[in-house]
């Protein structure tokens, strides 16, 4: 079900993206009228084309743009280290249960623009020294480095 939220959400961005565009191109004098600019966008061969693309491309991005990553933080004994790791990265504590804690990003403007509302980053103890940290995969990256950055 979050990848089919999540690809639906991803397709509304980037028909947005094209609405842009094709408002761009009419008020740079591309087009006598928007008519002719809704048109060449959406009702001729290339339209066709990039719709499919755009299909293409929103049912693909939950599979290559969310990762879970492994670091090596113990959340036994470095819990304190890996809340401020995450806070330096833009996130702030949302939840905690059991051996997991969720995080949030700190801006609601980075929480729409940046991934639509699907910005939690969970960090799992995994029981071993070692930890699962999942989420959005431009974010993880970030808080990745951070948490790699924990003395031991």
């Not at 928007?34 to 929103?58: C, D, H, N, P, Y």
């Amino acid at each position: 079900m979050a990848y089919l939220r999540r690809s639906l959400k991803y397709m509304a961005q980037l028909i947005l993206l094209m609405a842009v565009i094709i408002l761009l191109m009419k008020l740079g004098g591309g087009y006598a009228s928007f008519g002719e600019a809704f048109k060449a966008a959406f009702v001729s061969q290339r339209a066709l084309l990039l719709g499919i693309v755009v299909v293409a491309l929103a049912a693909s991005y939950p599979a290559f743009g969310f990762v879970k990553r492994r670091v090596n933080v113990d959340l036994k004994t470095k819990k304190d280290e890996a809340v401020e790791a995450l806070e330096k990265s833009g996130y702030d504590l949302e939840s905690q249960s059991g051996n997991a804690m969720t995080f949030r990003a700190e801006s609601l403007f980075k929480r729409f623009t940046l991934c639509l509302f699907e910005d939690r980053l969970t960090l799992t103890d995994n029981g071993d020294g070692t930890s699962t940290l999942s989420g959005i995969r431009k974010e993880a990256s970030k808080a990745e480095w951070y948490l790699n950055r924990i003395e031991e």
